[in-house]
């Protein structure tokens, strides 16, 4: 032990396995957030030490934290921490397990594999990593919900999609659709990648029972990164930016102008087909595929800073995140606006047996929908006429078909640019997951414990489509026959989730492992929606609906786990589910 004039610390840390020095191993003056890091040479020094400090704490990742007297040129030998060889597996309910003594299929995408796929959502990270998974783009807007599909398709009518779980939260994999566009609600497809430290995809019934029926499309446990223990109280600053360009690398394969030209005088001249058909044809040569396609940039930032301080005594890990992405569609027009926040504070407190999670993340996006009808008249237009033509013909300088008599000929295939310039499908969105979760050992019997989990899942959204009187695509609806057309919608959803459970996990003597859990969870779903459409011609209204409905889901559940020196294993779970779905509550 040192006296209380001691005003600078020095000293080396080195590995008790190969004698080297350890770099980057935290060193703080317990009950501080005062520390520092070792160098190349595993060295270092704090300055100005507090006169009343008497410990150390040094720590490094996968190697035991060791505690020593503060002193000068000190030497800290770190053993390395046996317990972290073994890997370990987030399950259901966010309960950890060691992979030997798992006895069921669970697949671990860890985040530098999520991170390096530099996917702006973050379920395609998943494809290609996970047996048996498959991810498919359920359009090209920027920012679409993606279809997950774990264990083949299991319904025709009803959604085949898996559970997600976020910190413990279980989410509702909706969408809410915009004039035919998908935009995610649910699931995970508009959290930040950067934020995700862990991906574990449950597969068998074994692995997704706890969840009862909603998992039996499988289960996708996402845990977030937070602040560590460990950590120094220098924060510890991430930064990253992105670019990318996206575009069709081929063009369906229709006819140039020329070859139809050729094609037609050929069909004349040889009595198959009537000459009218020459009149048809212009004189311009437009790729009309060409036309509505762009070269799609993607720009995406990423700020995030973790660490640890002090508070009445009390160590707080923290991590505080942001992120910008503007992401365009490869469809002209289309475009994604999407920022994101993230706060995570999980402090402990009585010794370690109480620790809490705290949890918090935003998202908000802006989306501009290009018209997606204009992919398949792109590919029938004729590429003998103009985009434009700022004659009478035309309309507000776009090329139209007209029949003999003049008018438009709402039967022929429509200008596919005119399509999209003339119609405006813009949305807004913001999204909160949010929980506090408590655990806590129970004194003298810390093989026990207790864990409460309170979460919450808020959704709003809305937006407005519309077309101009007297455009073609207003021509071309029965509905409109030319008066035009606005409609407005707007979606806002509420999840509350309420989970306690008891576990008990003890290693016995002679290699037997026993460990059980029961709980009780409880959620409420409310949604309400609206949208009204009229004419913009004269006002009349043709449609309006304002839905609303609330749901509730309450269960039992349990689980027990028996193994022997990790190779024979036993396995009982039970759930019990009950629903006001059903008039009875039915269970």
């Known amino acids: 032990l040192v006296n209380a004039q001691v005003s600078k610390v020095t000293g080396i840390v080195i590995s008790e396995e190969d004698g080297l020095p350890v770099v980057g191993a935290s060193v ?17 020094s704090i300055a100005e030490v507090p006169s009343s400090a008497k410990t150390l704490m040094i720590s490094f990742i996968g190697m035991r934290t060791v505690e020593v007297a503060v002193g000068q040129n000190l030497k800290v030998v770190l053993k390395p921490e046996s317990e972290l060889l073994d890997e370990v597996v987030v399950t259901a309910l966010g309960i950890t397990r060691s992979e030997k003594t798992l006895g069921y299929s669970a697949t671990t995408v860890k985040s530098e594999d999520i991170t390096l796929s530099r996917n702006t959502n973050v379920t395609n990270a998943l494809s290609g990593k996970v047996a048996g998974l498959q991810v498919q783009a359920a359009s090209t807007d920027p920012g679409s919900a993606s279809s997950v599909i774990i264990r083949g398709f299991s319904s025709i009518n009803g ?74 109280g220098i924060p510890q600053i991430n930064a990253d930016f992105s670019t990318s360009l996206s575009h069709v690398s081929e063009y369906v394969d229709v006819l140039t102008a020329d070859q139809l030209r050729n094609l037609i005088t050929e069909r004349v001249n040889a009595g198959l087909t009537n000459p009218d058909a020459l009149a048809a044809l212009g004189s311009a040569n437009t790729n009309w595929q060409e036309e509505i396609y762009q070269l799609a940039n993607t720009y995406e930032g990423n700020l995030s800073v973790a660490g640890r301080t002090n508070v009445g005594g009390a160590v707080l890990p923290y991590r505080v995140s942001g992120g910008y992405m503007s992401q365009e569609g490869v469809l002209m027009t289309d475009k994604m606006n999407r ?37 398949g008249q792109a590919v029938r237009m004729n590429p003998t006429h ?6 009478a013909n035309g309309i507000a300088g776009y090329f139209v078909h007209r029949d003999a008599a003049g008018n438009v000929n709402t039967m022929a295939v429509q200008n596919p640019v005119a399509l999209i310039t003339q119609k405006q499908d813009q949305s807004h969105a913001a999204r909160f997951i949010g929980n506090a979760q408590l655990d806590y050992k129970i004194h003298g019997f810390e093989d026990l414990r207790i864990n409460l989990n309170l979460g919450m899942d808020y959704a ?68 309400k929606s609206s949208d009204y459409s009229y004419k913009l011609s004269d006002g009349s209204v043709l449609s309006e609906n304002n839905p609303a409905g609330e749901l509730f889901l309450v269960s039992f559940f349990g689980r027990a786990n028996y193994s022997y020196d990790n190779r024979y294993m036993v396995t009982a779970t039970i759930r019990r589910d009950g629903t006001s779905r059903f008039s009875n509550n039915k269970w």
């Not at 926040?341 to 109480?354: A, G, K, Q, Y």
């Not at 103009?386 to 004659?391: A, G, R, T």
């Open 28 to 44: 703080v003056v317990k009950g501080t957030s005062t520390g520092t890091i070792t160098d190349m040479d595993g060295k270092f």
């Open 159 to 232: 959604s085949n999609q898996p559970l997600y779980v976020v910190d413990g939260v279980p989410l509702q994999n909706s969408t809410l659709n915009s004039q035919g566009h998908s935009m995610s609600m649910g699931g995970i497809s508009n959290v930040a990648s950067e934020d995700i430290e862990s991906m574990t995809v449950l597969k068998g019934a074994a692995a997704t029972a706890l969840y009862g029926s909603r998992a039996s499309n499988g289960v996708i446990v996402i845990t977030t990164k937070k602040g560590a223990k460990t950590q120094t």
């Open 339 to 375: 920022g994101t926040v993230s706060v995570n504070l999980s402090p402990s407190f009585f010794d370690n047996h109480l620790t809490v999670q705290l949890n918090g993340k935003g998202v908000f996006t802006e989306n501009n929908f290009a018209n997606q009808g204009a992919i």
């Open 386 to 391: 103009p985009v434009f033509d700022d004659s």
């Open 460 to 527: 709003k959204s809305g937006g407005f489509s519309e077309t101009p009187v007297g455009s073609e695509q207003s021509l071309h609806s029965t509905a409109q026959s030319g008066s035009g057309y606005h409609s407005e919608y707007s979606y806002e959803r509420m999840d509350k989730t309420l989970e306690l459970y008891a576990a008990y996990n003890k290693d016995f003597t002679g290699g037997h492992h026993f460990d059980a859990m029961a709980g009780y969870s409880w959620q409420q779903f409310y949604s």
